[in-house]
């Protein structure tokens, strides 16, 4: 059973279009990450939210953690071929344990 | 800085034999771990250790061994290998200061397959 649930799991669309994914779950998390990875490669942050209801932008990617913190959403503005990737979610547990989402994977078509 | 440098790339091995997962970091961070990355399944933890001489077990620890002699490494020890074990590693760290929320630097991953 995951505990964080991530959707959609796919998800392929043209260069310009936005699209949100979300992360949830039925726990609260101290805090939530946002990580991006590339084939043959490892994850690599994006963002860490901590606080409920907390957005934070990154150039064209909006980051929510819900108000409950068991929940959290992203958020691609005009989206690029450069965004394509594995888009996954970690929830804070408790000490130094992060639980992992299982992932959307993004494809932007030119 | 190499950053997180994982040893080998791939591997392949039989069901029973043994093999050693090497993992080592320039970045003096207190916080290492290994997670084991499935398909539709996302990172699960295995171990974890919070400085060298501490370790601790994470979400799936069983069939797998470690151990935290110096800061730099954090070796992931297969005893028996299994075909359930194939998979992609990743090896992490941190410095540790905000209970795992702070970034966590992976490195490139080690595929393997266990026939």
């Known amino acids: 059973t995951q505990l964080l649930e991530q959707s959609p799991q796919f998800l392929s669309i043209q260069e310009g279009e936005n699209l949100t994914v979300y992360c949830n779950s039925s726990s609260v998390f101290s805090s939530l990450q946002w990580y991006r990875q590339e084939p043959g490669e490892g994850p690599v942050l994006l963002v860490t939210v901590v606080t409920g209801g907390e957005v934070k932008k990154l150039k064209r990617l909006t980051f929510q953690f819900g108000d409950a913190r068991k929940d959290s959403s992203l958020h691609i503005t005009a989206a690029q071929p450069g965004d394509t990737g594995l888009y996954l979610c970690a929830g804070v547990r408790s000490s130094y344990k992060l639980i992992f989402g299982s992932g959307t994977r993004l494809l932007v078509r030119p | 800085n190499a950053g997180v440098t994982q040893t080998p790339k791939f591997q392949v091995l039989k069901t029973g034999q043994s093999m050693t997962l090497q993992c080592a970091q320039d970045m003096n961070h207190e916080y290492m771990s290994w997670y084991r990355q499935d398909p539709g399944m996302g990172l699960r933890l295995i171990h974890y250790?919070?400085?060298?001489?501490?370790?601790d077990q994470g979400e799936v620890p069983n069939g797998y061994n470690v151990s935290r002699s110096t800061t730099e490494d954090f070796p992931l020890r297969l005893l028996s290998a299994a075909p359930s074990q194939t998979s992609v590693y990743f090896c992490?760290?941190?410095?540790?200061?905000?209970?795992?929320?702070?970034?966590?630097?992976f490195g490139p991953g080690t595929r393997l397959l266990v026939l």
């Open positions: 992490a760290s941190s410095y540790g200061t905000s209970g795992g929320a702070e970034t966590q630097y």
């Open positions: 250790s919070v400085g060298a001489g501490i370790t």
